[in-house]
C-alpha cells in the first residue's frame, strides 16, 4: 500500500480537522480520537478517496459520523472522571466569550450541533452541509434553525446577549 500524498495531507489537514473534532464533540481528546479515526480509515481507501476528486468532504463526513457514533452508543463511552476540572480562566485577550459560546453549544442536540459546527464554522453551503451529513437540504434548514434558536436561548440564560439589547 503506498500513502503517496497522504502524509502531506494529514500534516496540512489535521490542526483544522481537530478544531472542527473539538467544536462538534467540545472534548481536545474526544477530537483526538475523531481525527485519529478518520485519518485512520482515509488512509485504508487514500487512493480511491483522491482519485474521486476533494478529500475534504470526504474526511469531514467521517468526522461527522464519528462524533454521532459516540452518541448512539453512549454505553461504550468510557469516562473516567475523578475530580471535575476547573471552569477555564478568561486570559487577557480573551473576555469570556469563548467559553460561553462553547458551553451554549455543548447544550445543542448532536445533530443540530453537527449542522451548526459545519454550516458556520466550516462555512458549508447548505448542500455541502446536507452531503456531509448524508440527509436533505430540508434536514439541514431546520437543524440549523432548531440549532440557532436553541443556541440563542442558551447563550441568553447565560446573560452573554443582554449586551446586544438596547
Do not use: I
Not at 119 to 143: F, H, I, M, P
Amino acid at each position: 500500500m503506498t500513502d503517496t500524498g497522504f502524509r502531506e495531507y494529514a500534516a496540512d489537514r489535521r490542526a483544522a480537522l481537530r478544531r472542527t473534532a473539538y467544536l462538534l464533540c467540545g472534548d481536545w481528546h474526544l477530537a483526538d480520537d475523531l481525527v485519529q479515526d478518520a485519518l485512520a480509515g482515509l488512509f485504508v481507501r487514500w487512493r480511491r478517496v483522491r482519485a474521486g476528486g476533494d478529500v475534504d468532504p470526504y474526511v469531514r463526513r467521517m468526522l461527522v459520523n464519528g462524533y454521532l457514533a459516540t452518541h448512539r452508543r453512549g454505553w461504550r463511552r468510557e469516562v473516567a472522571v475523578a475530580d471535575l476540572p476547573e471552569t477555564a480562566v478568561a486570559g487577557p485577550a480573551d473576555d469570556g466569550t469563548r467559553d460561553v459560546l462553547l458551553r451554549a453549544l455543548a447544550q445543542l442536540h448532536p445533530s443540530q450541533r453537527a449542522v451548526v459546527v459545519l454550516r458556520y464554522w466550516e462555512d458549508l453551503s447548505v448542500e455541502q452541509t446536507a452531503a456531509a451529513l448524508g440527509c436533505s437540504e430540508g434536514n439541514v434548514k431546520s437543524q440549523a434553525a432548531r440549532g440557532l434558536v436553541h443556541l440563542r436561548a442558551a447563550l441568553a440564560r447565560s446573560g452573554a446577549l443582554e449586551g446586544d439589547r438596547a
